[in-house]
Structure formats: C-alpha cells, structure tokens
C-alpha cells in the first residue's frame, strides 16, 4: 500500500512562490495518478491539479490554471506542485493523493497529513 508525505508549505507574501512535494513510498510510484488538494475554512478537499500515471496528462482547477503545475519523477517517486504568483485566496492545508487514476482519487485514493501554504497580503 503506497503511503504519501506532504512537504514544502509555509508563510509567503502574495506575488510568490512555493513549490511542495510529495514523497511516496510503499508501493510502484509510476503507476499511480498523483493529485493536490486543499482545504480552506470548510470541511471539504476541493481539487486543485492531478496528473496522470505516466505523466502525460495534466488537470487543473480554473482558480489555478496558468499559475500552478503539477508534475512527477518517477525516478525519485516524488510528485510536486510548483505555485506561482500566490494569492491570500490559495492559503489552505494542501493534500497529495495517489490513485491507481485520477477518476479514483476521492474514492480509492491513499492521502497524506497535509502541509499548510499561508498566503499574506
């Protein structure tokens, strides 16, 4: 069973930028579909980019399209999310997921605990 570890927020003004990684061990890293979430002030992990197994594929939400990008070494089993130009409206708790898809994320998906990105403006 894989198992992820979040690392790489922190307190950064608005206009920067974070990069966060997510370190999985446990089980084949480049067959699963990788994923970010994050979670503000509600009780829900809304989606913010997942990226397929093999890497070709990207997604994003509208709200950070342009300004964040996923991707994965399957070399060093790590997944990350490089965020640019941050706003206050990004500060949450940041979650990685891995799945066997992207489709599986909610569902089957293995999570992490989670690193918090702070945002000043």
């Known amino acids: 069973q894989v198992q992820v570890v979040e690392s790489g927020g922190g307190l950064v003004q608005a206009g920067g930028s974070l990069r966060l990684s997510c370190a999985a061990s446990?089980?084949?890293?480049?067959?699963?579909?990788m994923g970010w979430f994050r979670q503000a002030r509600g009780p829900e992990r809304v989606f913010v980019a997942a990226?397929?197994?093999?890497?070709?594929?990207?997604h994003y939400a509208d709200s950070v399209k342009g300004r964040f990008t996923i991707s994965k070494d399957n070399a060093k089993n790590t997944a990350y999310l490089q965020m640019n130009n941050l706003k206050p409206e990004d500060t949450a708790v940041y979650y990685c997921?891995?799945?066997?898809?992207?489709?599986?994320?909610?569902?089957?998906?293995?999570w992490g605990q989670g690193t918090q990105v702070t945002v000043s403006s």
């Open positions: 446990g089980g084949t890293f480049s067959t699963y579909a």
């Open positions: 990226i397929s197994w093999a890497g070709k594929i990207t």
């Open positions: 997921n891995a799945a066997p898809t992207v489709e599986t994320m909610n569902e089957r998906g293995t």
